[in-house]
């Protein structure tokens, strides 16, 4: 019984909808047709105004849509801080340090030929230039 019951009010309310979107369709082809500016025109765009409104109460009315949607709305704020952190102690700073220094050093090739290459280069060229 309750089922069919939510049935019938959603064919209602499809309905209603139906025949609002089709008169609107309706008075936006006439509108359309008519010059802008003049008299006809200004009643069909006031006519369009009317029909939201009609809706819009006939929503309320059936419990749609609320009567005052701006009791429903609340503004509220979040508010986001973010800080570095200072270490307070000598363990937390080498761990600070030692983390950065890890994460700068990556890709850097450090093996023992590496160094043994920059020596060498260093030997030949020891201005720091070449020739």
């Given at each position: ?11 209602i ?24 500016g ?82 060498q ?11």
């Amino acid at each position: 019984m309750k089922k069919q019951k939510q049935s019938k009010e959603a064919e209602i309310i499809a309905r209603m909808r139906k025949s609002y979107a089709l008169a609107r369709k309706q008075m936006k082809k006439a509108l359309r047709e008519c010059n802008v500016g003049t008299a006809v025109y200004l009643q069909h765009v006031r006519a369009l105004a009317d029909l939201d409104a009609a809706e819009r109460d006939e929503e309320i009315k059936l419990g749609l849509s609320p009567s005052n949607l701006g009791a429903l709305v609340q503004t509220h704020f979040t508010f986001v801080a973010h800080s570095c952190t200072v270490p307070t102690t000598a363990a937390a700073l080498e761990r600070i340090l030692g983390t950065q220094m890890r994460k700068a050093a990556e890709g850097l090739c450090v093996s023992d030929e590496d160094v043994a290459i920059r020596r060498q280069l260093e030997e030949e060229f020891p201005d720091g230039k070449r020739n």
